[in-house]
C-alpha cells in the first residue's frame, strides 16, 4: 500500500478537556513514538484520518512542521457510539524497517454443501517490513470437506513476510452442519395428550356415576 499523507500540528494542550475541544474541531488528538525518541503529541485532521485508517496496518506519512515522517497506527480509539476517532497511537519507522502487526484474515471461497465454516482467528501476528505490511492475507476454503482446518502454518503470506506464533494454531475450521433432527411419531404421541387418555377419563366418570346410581 502506498503512503497516505497526513498534515499535522504540534499539540500543546493535554488533558480531557483540551481533547474534547479537539473533536469538537472536527480533529484528533494523537501521539507519535518510537527509535528511541520523546513522545511527539500532535493533532491530525479529522475526515482525512478516520478514511486513512479504515486501511487495516495504513502507511502514514505525517506531515509536521515541513518534515515527514513515516508510522503506523498501533492504537485507535474510537468512540463506541459515534462514528468517531477519539485518539491515535502511532508508531515511528522507517523505510527496511520490520515491524510486528496484526493482518486481519480474509477467508475466500465455499467449502462443500451441509458444512459450515468456523474462523478461529479473525488476524494473523507477523512481521514484515513497516513498508510492505500486507493488508489482509486470504484463506480459500473452496471445496473442503466436514473434518478439514487451515492453520497459521497453512496460511500463504506474501514474500518478506514471516508468521509470529503457533504455526499449527487453527485459523479456520470447516464442520458438519447440524440438523435439527424431527420428532418420531412416538415422541409426537408422549409429547401430546392422546385421545385415549381423554376415553379413559370418560369412561372412569362414567363407571363412578353407574356406582352411585
Known amino acids: 500500500m502506498s503512503e497516505i499523507k497526513l498534515v499535522a500540528t504540534t499539540r500543546t494542550e493535554f488533558g480531557k478537556g483540551a481533547a474534547r475541544r479537539i473533536r469538537r474541531a472536527h480533529q484528533v488528538p494523537a501521539v507519535i513514538y518510537g527509535h528511541g525518541e520523546a513522545p511527539v503529541h500532535i493533532t491530525l485532521p479529522g475526515h482525512e ?104 502454518g497453512d496460511v500463504s503470506l506474501p514474500s518478506g513476510v514471516t508468521l509470529l506464533g503457533d504455526p499449527d494454531a487453527a485459523v479456520v475450521v470447516v464442520a458438519a452442519e447440524r440438523l435439527e433432527e424431527e420428532p418420531t411419531e412416538g415422541e409426537e404421541t408422549a409429547e401430546e395428550p392422546g385421545a385415549e387418555g381423554e376415553t379413559a377419563a370418560e369412561g372412569s366418570t362414567e363407571a363412578e356415576s353407574a356406582e352411585e346410581a
Open 49 to 152: 484520518t478516520m478514511l486513512a485508517l479504515k486501511h487495516a496496518n495504513a502507511l502514514l506519512s505525517i506531515e509536521l512542521d515541513g518534515k515527514a515522517q513515516l508510522a503506523i497506527a498501533k492504537d485507535i480509539q474510537r468512540d463506541p457510539i459515534k462514528p468517531v476517532i477519539e485518539h491515535v497511537d502511532l508508531l515511528a519507522v522507517r523505510a527496511g524497517e520490520k515491524v510486528t502487526v496484526d493482518i486481519p484474515v480474509h477467508v475466500t471461497g465455499e467449502a462443500v454443501p451441509g458444512t459450515v465454516t468456523l474462523v478461529e482467528a479473525q488476524t494473523l501476528q507477523v512481521e514484515a517490513e513497516a513498508t510492505h505490511i500486507p493488508e489482509s492475507v486470504e484463506v480459500s476454503i473452496e471445496g473442503l470437506e466436514a473434518g478439514s482446518s487451515i492453520t497459521a
